[in-house]
């Protein structure tokens, strides 16, 4: 079955700093994976997905993840966090289900960014 | 990308009642879905909704408790019934784009 985890519930980060969400799924052919971020109140907003070619994808608000097929992982990057990004990250997979695709989301990091 | 608007934006309401979420899009889209977020928990999936066919319920989703409709391209209902405090939760509408998917502000539902 398709499953999707992120480990760590809560991470910490003092703006500045460096920053990488864990993502592994598990899915029998090669996944659409996605990363949402859900601020406090507000609905889910894309940041990138990945559905082939080059494994290091760019997203919005200075984001990246990349593909590895071998750890069956899909980490999120920034390089610099802004105290902005303090939110929900959510990892997903799009998953192919009796000819419809479903998306099955990770339980979420949240994000908490130190001034 | 599609805009989704979803009426009420929040609601408090009494054990036993029910509550009808409505879901718009600006655009005709072919599959809709209705998501749960229980407090501090991630999205699960309710039901799909395609338009001339009735939903399509996860597992431990019941059409009784959770009707839907989807009366056209661009719209869809989620009712929420016989609602209980176990009920409370972030409702999402979304619907499935290009190789991804585009969600709805969600509906913030507080049962008492």
């Known amino acids: 079955a398709q499953s999707v985890t992120q480990p760590d519930i809560h991470i910490t980060v003092s703006e500045g700093a460096s920053l990488e969400l864990r993502c592994n799924y598990s899915?029998?052919?090669?996944?659409?994976l996605f990363w949402y971020v859900q601020s406090p109140g507000q609905g889910l907003q894309l940041l990138l997905k990945?559905?082939?070619?080059?494994?290091l994808v760019q997203g919005i608000k200075g984001f990246e993840a990349e593909f590895k097929r071998s750890q069956s992982s899909f980490n999120l990057r920034k390089p610099s966090v802004h105290w902005s990004d303090a939110a929900e990250y959510f990892c997903?997979?799009?998953?192919?289900?009796?000819?419809?695709?479903?998306?099955?989301f990770g339980t979420g990091t949240r994000l908490k960014v130190l001034a | 990308s599609a805009v989704i608007s979803q009426k009420p934006s929040r609601d408090i309401c009494q054990r036993g009642t029910s509550l009808t979420i409505q879901c718009q899009v600006d655009?005709?889209?072919?599959?809709m879905f209705w998501y749960r977020q229980q407090p501090g928990q991630s999205l699960t999936l309710i039901a799909t909704a395609n338009q001339g066919s009735e939903a399509t319920y996860e597992s431990g989703f019941v059409i009784d408790k959770f009707p839907i409709s989807r009366p056209n391209l661009t719209f869809s209902t989620l009712t929420v019934s016989n609602m209980s405090p176990e009920d409370s939760s972030i409702y999402l509408c979304s619907v499935a784009g290009v190789e991804t998917q585009y969600f709805g502000p969600g509906t913030r539902l507080l049962v008492l």
């Open positions: 997903a997979v799009g998953a192919k289900t009796s000819g419809t695709y479903k998306y099955i």
């Open positions: 655009s005709q889209v072919t599959m």
């Open positions: 990945y559905f082939s070619g080059d494994t």
């Open positions: 899915y029998g052919a090669t996944p659409y």
